[in-house]
């Protein structure tokens, strides 16, 4: 688990910076806490607890994994905003770049969409 948590920070640190480490850990606190609010019955928290078991982790283990996807996902959309008016000139992704998204690509390896590197939008 400690090598995939650093795995991650080093991951989202190459693709944010360090600088918005912070927004990210206070938009998955808030994610957390509504997590845990949504837990309002017993049956929701066996229902959580069974969907953690399944992945192989501790219900708090998996709270605090989702509360970090979801940060993700809120910064990811963050940034996309501020971008929009930003990005004059695309840079697209070539399907040889290792670090280039599995869903842009095709089974064989070839792009089936360009999308920019900078403002995340797709070709059209």
Known sequence: MQHENNLAKALYEQRYGPADRRLRDEFAAKAMQGIISSMVS?????R??????QCGLTLSQWIARDAYKQAD?????????????VCTKH???????????KDIKSSNGELHTLRCKICGKNAT
């Open 48 to 53: 959580l607890k069974a969907v953690a078991t």
């Open 73 to 85: 996902a809120m910064m990811a959309a963050r940034n996309a905003v501020s971008t929009d008016d």
């Open 42 to 46: 017993g049956d929701e928290y066996q």
């Open 91 to 101: 840079i697209f992704w070539g399907a040889g770049e290792p670090d280039c998204p």
